[in-house]
């Protein structure tokens, strides 16, 4: 067999070789597998500055969650940039005759912006923040979620996945110390944040006082609870809160919530990350208002 100039190999050889890597950065582009963590990856992520954003805007990406922001009419779009592979999964038909500015770019453009650490999937959308809501937003729903300055944008993100999951009314955090909408947030949740009202308030004593008004019995889960969760739900309407990853409940919220519970684990670990903690307890309150 003829060999060519590329270090003994053979001209096919060489030829699969180039498929195979073209094969694995599409699958790299989709999303489908990580970018090898390599120095110069490292050095590109630590150079990486993120650029300039308007208060009044925010940029989200991943496919599931922009198609979950494109079919929210709540949502105010800015601009929608995409790759020609992403437009196609996300059925977006021509582009052309698309109701917002649309600009086709390549995956490096929006490593760019977004950085490369982002698994955007080939598609950023730029859009207005979603309307603030408040305590009045609430749902119908017996089951409510609220959180204690829970700060990592990952876990407040998967916790409003399990909460749309769980069919939860709403998610309630404190404005400071609690991330705000975005990318982040929004890639975590996977198309959740469009589908249940992320309600901030400023002072949680006070909501949770109208959370009691409002019918709702609030159990905070403490790993050192009297009682375990199962015990601990009463009535038809239930308001579990938790506490910040560390740290847990504050004071000043043990001290409002009706009834403090722990979950019992057997094993030798008794305690969870806060968003595994909030889909467990989902689960039993669901049991208890028969759901």
């Not at 979620?145 to 309630?172: E, K, W």
Request: proline share 7%; glycine share 8%; hydrophobic share 40%.
């Amino acid at each position: 067999m003829s060999k060519d100039d590329t270090g003994g190999r053979s001209a096919k050889d060489t030829h699969y070789a180039k498929l195979r890597r073209a094969h694995r950065d599409q699958r790299r582009d989709k999303g489908e597998i990580p970018t090898p963590k390599d120095d110069r990856r490292r050095r590109a992520a630590e150079a990486w500055k993120p650029p300039a954003v308007a208060p009044d805007q925010v940029h989200l990406y991943g496919l599931h969650t922009v198609r979950a922001a494109l079919d929210n009419p709540e949502r105010t779009i800015v601009r929608l940039s995409v790759t020609l592979n992403a437009a196609q999964r996300l059925g977006l038909g021509e582009l052309s005759g698309l109701p917002y500015p649309v600009e086709t770019v390549q995956p490096s453009d929006l490593d760019r912006i977004l950085g490369p650490e982002a698994i955007h999937q080939g598609v950023m959308l730029e859009t207005r923040p979603l309307p603030i809501r408040r305590l009045d937003a609430l749902k119908d729903s017996p089951l409510l979620l609220v959180l204690d300055q829970v700060t990592d944008p990952h876990n407040v993100g998967a916790i409003m996945r399990s909460a749309v999951a769980f069919g939860a009314g709403a998610l309630i955090t404190t404005m400071r110390h609690s991330p705000t909408e975005s990318g982040v947030l929004a890639k975590t949740a996977s198309g959740a944040l469009e589908l249940i009202p992320y309600i901030q308030i400023t002072n949680l004593s006070d909501a949770l006082e109208e959370l009691h008004r409002l019918g709702f019995q609030t159990v905070g889960l403490d790993s050192e609870g009297p009682a375990p969760l199962e015990q601990a739900l009463e009535g038809g309407r239930i308001a579990l809160v938790l506490g910040s990853e560390g740290k847990g409940l504050r004071q000043k919220t043990r001290s409002t919530c009706k009834a403090l519970a722990r979950l019992d684990m057997p094993g030798a670990i008794k305690s969870l990350n806060v968003s595994n903690a909030a889909a467990i307890a989902m689960y039993a309150a669901r049991r208890h208002l028969g759901l």
